[in-house]
């Protein structure tokens, strides 16, 4: 996704605009610190209109001018960090706008043109090379190559197919070879292009819990603060003096956290569109907060650390079994199977054994895999012919696991798992014949990648339906801390729940519709954009790569939204203290004039230095705006180390700051005889 900088004219324009309409109170109020700030200024303004201040006119307007620009630049952080993704937004939804559909009526191929807004979920479409998918389904019959760039960015083509967990497509993606027959699953108006929309544009945004206990802290400042100021006229008067109500407002403004609650909305805005410009969707900030304290990864192994489509290698016949009599009884009970696997034993046994059949007998009854029987096959010619995982296939033949046959099978299953191969027993009525052997591969760095995820305390488990053997080999190779094996999604479920119950933070990387439930039930869910529709939907997050291992991207820009919010407040924090310095002894000096010994920066009169720290409170926030939506950089170290450089670098940062900045400040106010 292409994105503009943040100095473009085609963002800082439209953001200029939209910082006034946020000035509406009824959207202002919802940060409190901005609408107290705005309610000081429209007092003083109110003040001035009606001549109530003992002030000069030109001093107590610079102080109101400068009060409503601090109001403006806040709503200005925000409306920028909006903006962002607005032309992301537009495209998206030009791509929407354009889209058709060949939806299929009656019998055959027959369809009827219609806009993709008329789409119901259930509709059968037909999409052919060149035209773009209509909305998000399942492809039920086909197979094509399609371009996601409109999606994902990336210019590849993907192939999509029916079965297996690659038959997931998004509309708006380009079919650019061969055709296809999508299911539509989205209701209307709620599809991925919609919800991305949304996203992009900040629309759907909701605080999380972090931000909301931010904000508490800062209204608690706040009122502190208003509370403080508000006993102020009263020790005037005590010392036979008073306090200009435009005084005491610059003082409540330079006490009150205004720079962090300036940039707050635009901190949580940016790390959501940081993200998505890294294509991966977030459905909350909760998600992307989360993503920053994981402690364990569970991965789903096929589709997620392997490439998913796993290719028969070889049949392996028990002795007494002819290699025909194996071949005919696999290719019997996969001719039905449309999962990339189904096909891969099909093409073996047609082309090493030289079977010819290709469709099934008249009175063939399928028997679909399940994941809670692990076993596929057919009925067929008075025969039942299965094929599945090695102790599913025992368990369904009561007394055939003591048998000759069956610790011949495992033998050579034991053999085919410990070379990180995936065995499937084949047997007919009860009668074991041998076993196909499916080769899974590895993507690529994902070694490296675990690794990493390994230095960051992560640690990774891999989840599959794999026997021990073939499970343990595979954890090796690809180089995870734990594996568990012949897992039901049950199992997953259970184990989510025991690192959960002992206080860590677990995150899910699936593909698949059996992964929904531990993917849902995970702190941080991230399905593949290459799954099922089921697996997209009960994510919390959807990597729009389908690479797994991009987790400690997700990490670490989880851990740079934290320490972005928490570098700025600490930031904010330390540079009010400074202000302090400025504003209290020009307050004060007349009344008590020991007080004098504060004004360590020697500034030029009371005036100048409440004016001076009242344009340096405005000033910061644009000055931060940059580092607020590109995000504190994150670097892997312990949380002391981390600690230790952020308050050198931000809370030092933050009281060296005031001091330059107001000094140099005042100079010009003094030069420009502005007070």
């Known amino acids: 996704m292409t994105t503009n900088s943040i100095f473009s004219a085609e963002l800082i324009l439209p953001a200029t605009g939209d910082a006034f309409k946020k000035l509406d109170p009824r959207q202002l109020v919802r940060n409190p610190i901005l609408f107290t700030t705005a309610v000081v200024a429209l ?24 009060l409503w620009l601090t109001v403006l630049f806040g709503t200005f952080a925000e409306a920028l960090a909006e903006g962002r993704g607005r032309a992301q937004a537009a495209s998206l939804r030009a791509t929407k706008s354009e889209l058709q559909a060949k939806r299929l009526i009656g019998v055959g191929d027959a369809y009827e043109m219609l806009g993709a807004a008329r789409l119901a979920r259930g509709d059968v479409v037909l999409v052919e090379t060149g035209d773009l998918i209509p909305g998000d389904g399942a492809v039920i019959e086909g197979v094509a190559s399609v371009n996601e760039a409109t999606i994902t960015g990336e210019s590849a083509p993907v192939i999509r197919e029916a079965g297996g967990d690659r038959s997931a497509v998004t509309a708006g993606t380009r079919v ?18 919609d919800r991305m929309i949304a996203l992009v544009e900040g629309a759907e945004r909701q605080k999380t819990p972090n931000e909301i206990a931010l904000t508490i802290l800062l209204v608690g400042l706040t009122v502190i603060f208003l ?14 003096g008073a306090v200009p109500v435009a005084i005491l407002a610059a003082l409540l403004i330079t006490l009150i956290p205004t720079t962090i609650a300036a940039l707050l909305s635009a901190i949580g805005i940016a790390g959501m569109d940081r993200l998505v410009r890294f294509n991966v969707l977030a459905k909350s900030g909760r998600a992307v907060e989360a993503a920053g304290d994981i402690d364990v990864l569970l991965l789903d192994k096929t589709g997620t650390i392997t490439i998913g489509d796993r290719q028969a290698g070889a049949f392996h016949r028990l002795t007494g079994v002819g290699a025909d009599t194996l071949a005919t009884a696999v290719l019997l009970a996969s001719l039905a199977d449309e999962t990339p696997e189904g096909r891969s034993i099909v093409a073996l046994a047609q082309g090493k054994y030289a079977i010819r059949t290709s469709v099934l007998p008249a009175d063939a009854e399928v028997i679909p895999f399940t994941a809670q029987t692990r076993i596929s096959g057919v009925r067929t010619l008075g025969s039942l012919i299965q094929k599945g995982a090695v102790d599913a296939v025992l368990r369904a033949h ?21 070379a990180g191969q995936t065995p499937l027993a084949v047997a007919r009525d009860g009668r074991l014949l041998g076993v196909i052997a499916l080769k899974d591969v590895i993507k690529a760095g994902v070694r490296e990648r675990f690794a990493e995820l390994r230095r960051l305390g992560i640690r990774t488990v891999m989840i599959t339906g794999d026997n021990p053997l073939t ?8 180089g995870v801390d734990d594996f568990l094996a012949e897992a039901t999604p049950e199992d997953k479920l259970a184990l989510i729940r025991k690192e959960q119950q002992g206080g860590r933070l677990v995150a899910m990387c699936g593909d698949g519709t059996n992964d929904a439930p531990a993917l849902a039930q995970s702190d941080v869910g991230v399905a593949m954009n290459t799954g099922t529709q089921a697996a997209r939907e009960a994510g919390n997050m959807v990597d729009l790569d389908s690479d797994p291992t991009k987790l400690i991207e997700i990490v670490g820009l989880g851990k740079q939204l934290l320490m972005t919010r928490g570098a700025l407040t600490t930031f904010s924090v330390a540079n009010d203290v400074a202000k302090y310095f400025a504003i209290i002894p020009a307050m004060f000096v007349a009344l008590y004039p020991g007080l004098g010994v504060l004004n360590v920066m020697q500034l030029a009169s009371p005036e100048s230095a409440i004016l001076s720290a009242i344009i340096f409170n405005a000033l910061i926030i644009p000055c931060l705006v940059p ?29 060296v700051a005031p001091f330059l900045g107001i000094k140099l400040i005042d100079l010009a106010v003094t030069g420009l005889h502005l007070a």
């Open 43 to 66: 007092l003083l303004t109110v003040l001035l209109a009606i001549g109530g201040e003992s002030l000069s006119t030109p001093f107590q307007a610079q102080l109101i001018v400068w």
């Open 176 to 193: 650019i070879s061969d055709r296809i027959k999508v299911r539509v699953t989205q209701e209307p108006g709620q599809g991925f292009l």
């Open 227 to 240: 509370i403080a100021v508000a006993t102020i006229p009263g020790f005037a008067s005590y010392a036979g």
């Open 398 to 418: 009561r007394g055939v696991g003591q048998t000759p046959a069956a610790a011949e099978l495992r033998r050579i299953t034991d053999e085919i798992a410990r």
């Open 471 to 478: 499970a343990a080999a595979i954890a090796a190779e690809a």
């Open 627 to 655: 580092l607020a939506l590109r995000g504190v950089t994150y670097k892997p170290m312990g949380a002391g180390p981390l600690l230790a450089r952020n308050l050198a670098i931000y809370g030092l940062g933050g009281l």
